[in-house]
């Protein structure tokens, strides 16, 4: 991939200024800025060259967990769900029946990876050829009956499998959750540069739909901003995972699961604490942020923002900085859980930890570290253990009195960290954030002659 100089500098200040934020107590992140994707050409050889780099891993992964091959086979759009991070760019669905084979050890001079892309069933006997030549003793099947990433098995399909394979084959079949969980979760070291930047224009698009560009206090409704996101990201031909949620944060806030309801369309008027849920797709990478706004009375500068919301934000980076102390290679999803929310309660903070990887799909493969409404640990998926080379978003809320306004507020954050090998190998914190973290509220700035006076209602 080209680097024009811009681009060179613009990285090399975002190192500067993290490595200086190891050091201080207040942090200056980089203006973030809109980058625009390469020609679509220019973006399938940059994907292709990151799953060439992951499909040569196969082979390690599976002698990590004691298998000989892995198996993933679907019919034209009944595809695996392994099949979306394992296909070429320039595919767009599997074709027919798809079958793809990975092997741990390919004897002498011969593939890791076999496709068959079949319609007449001769396919079957070509791979029990090569099981046979390969010595395969084990053979893993996506069949997971609570992890997404390693369940993408059609149940049909998996009736052809046996079928097709026969009795000797079918009884080498093995369930290990582990190999789509990690193929899924492991982001190559390629991405990362792509990932700041998508993460740039996630936050240059934040800033601006929290201004007074996009915000007009009394006139702009939360579903404007919500509709101004989408089309941004149009025009800049990205896409997104999810509908944006903007929202006028009050007592009410995040008091009951939010994946149960829309957030209600409401008109924004000064003197509000806006919230914003985004995220944008490109490149076969997703994101996840949430930031928090205030709009100011007219004429009202930053210092005017109540001391008590700049207090609930700094209260949910400390709950981000607890949590990703506890994040150590190798603990499960849940016993992080656990060890940040008592950290949480001993430090006297009120608060919910929800956080969960990201990168191939906006909720992606690895532990979560608990859900909305499971504070005391995940089933299965919380068990799973944490693993190097993934990205995380850090998704908590605080709850803080806001004396100015007498009452608790939640303060919903979320932001993307990636693992720092390099970081890691020195024995320092490995996750950092993408681009930076929320630690200022965006702001609303209406002109002093603008009238206070604004239209009631919807
Ligand atoms: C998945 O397949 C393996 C091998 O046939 C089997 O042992 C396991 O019970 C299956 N799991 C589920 C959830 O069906
Ligand atoms: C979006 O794609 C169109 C069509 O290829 C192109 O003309 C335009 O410049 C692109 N916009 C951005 C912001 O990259
Ligand atoms: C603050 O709110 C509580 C009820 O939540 C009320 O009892 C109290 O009078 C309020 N205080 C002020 C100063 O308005």
Known sequence: MKLDIRT?????????????????????????????LPPLREQAEIQDAWTQERRDNIPKLLTKYGIDAWLVSQREYAEDTAFWSLKWAQEFSSRRRTTLLFLANPSDDTPYSYKWVDNKGTMWAELRDVLEAQNVESIAINNHSLIAFSSGLHAGELEAIREGLGEKWASSLVAEPMLGVEYIGTMPAGRAEWYRRLQSTVWAAISEAFSEKVITPGTTTTDDVRWWLREKLQQMNYTTWFHPDVMIVDETTWESDPIQTDPPRRLIRYGDMLHVDFGLTALGLNTDTQHLAYVLHPGQTEDDVPQGLIEGLKKGNRLQDILISQMKVGR????????????????????????????????????????????EGVPVIGDLPLLSNTYYSIELMVRHFVPEWNKSLNFPLEEDVMWDGDAAARGDNPWKWAIGRQEKFHLIRTPAEASENIRGDL
């Open 8 to 36: 060179v500098a613009f990285f090399s200040s975002l190192f500067a200024v993290a490595a200086a934020h190891e050091n201080q107590a207040t942090t200056k992140w980089p203006t973030p800025e809109y980058h625009t």
């Open 332 to 375: 499960t999803g849940n016993e992080i859980l656990k060890a940040a929310l008592e950290q949480m309660h001993n430090e006297g903070i009120e608060g919910k930890i929800y956080s969960h990887p990201v990168g191939d799909w906006g909720h992606s493969a690895g532990p979560l570290f608990g859900m909305f409404d499971l504070q």
